[in-house]
């Protein structure tokens, strides 16, 4: 079975500070995903990766920033924490040739900005 | 705007019986697919149909989709409590390699 895993299920932080969450797969895919969920709005796309050190902005990039080093870790950064970020974040995975395939989940993580 | 938009929003049935939710979407497509949310936790694949493809079925789950329509709907056969979760569409667009997009959910409630 394939294992998405993040760091963290809960975190809490302060305005300002610098954010970093991991998320790390286990079955050698090639594209990673970062969501993140508010209620009424469903899941938004921050950025993705479909090869390592290869970034594409989603829908809503602006005030996060990611890090792909390794195949199996995609690091999203927030570089100075707004309460406007508090959410749920969902990292995905799928196999590669294309980003339409499907995705695998992790568990997600509830950051609360305070 | 969303590409793929869940109807109704929220569904509460007695147990055992059948539950039916619907995904309308806007553009061509390659491929639909449909994922459940237990509360609080990660988005779980449930089955992809192909837009060459009207009819699949996996377990107690069978999709639909109208191309012509552009829509597309997940019947859920014998309702158990343990199919209490949030499901939701994902629609790629037919052009290009562009990503899937989720929509914002219909949320299942089985009552025992």
């Known amino acids: 079975d394939v294992k998405v895993t993040q760091s963290s299920r809960y975190l809490v932080k302060r305005t300002g500070e610098k954010v970093f969450l991991e998320c790390v797969q286990d079955?050698?895919?090639?594209?990673m995903f970062w969501y993140r969920q508010d209620p009424g709005l469903g899941l938004r796309l921050i950025y993705f990766s479909y090869d390592v050190k290869m970034k594409e902005k989603g829908d809503i990039p602006e005030g996060y920033s990611v890090s792909r080093e390794k195949k199996e870790r995609f690091s999203l950064i927030l570089e100075s924490a707004s309460t406007n970020q508090t959410s749920m974040y969902l990292c995905?995975?799928?196999?590669?040739?294309?980003?339409?395939?499907?995705?695998?989940f992790g568990p997600g993580t509830r950051l609360l900005v305070l | 705007s969303q590409q793929g938009e869940e109807d109704p929003q929220a569904l509460s049935i007695q147990e055992g019986e059948n539950a039916t939710m619907n995904c309308s979407y806007k553009?061509?497509?390659?491929?639909l697919q449909w994922y459940r949310q237990n509360s609080g936790r990660g988005l779980v694949h449930l089955i992809l149909?192909?837009?060459?493809?009207r009819e699949k079925h996996s377990g107690r789950l069978r999709v639909t989709l109208d191309t012509s329509k552009k829509s597309s709907s997940l019947l859920i056969t014998a309702s158990r409590a343990a199919d209490t979760a949030s499901y939701f569409c994902?629609?790629?667009?037919?052009?290009?390699?562009?990503?899937?997009?989720f929509g914002t959910g219909t949320r299942l409630t089985i009552i025992p």
């Open positions: 553009t061509s497509i390659n491929n």
């Open positions: 995905a995975s799928s196999p590669g040739g294309t980003v339409q395939e499907t995705q695998y």
């Open positions: 994902a629609t790629d667009r037919s052009f290009g390699n562009e990503k899937l997009t």
């Open positions: 149909i192909r837009s060459n493809e």
């Open positions: 079955m050698d895919h090639e594209n």
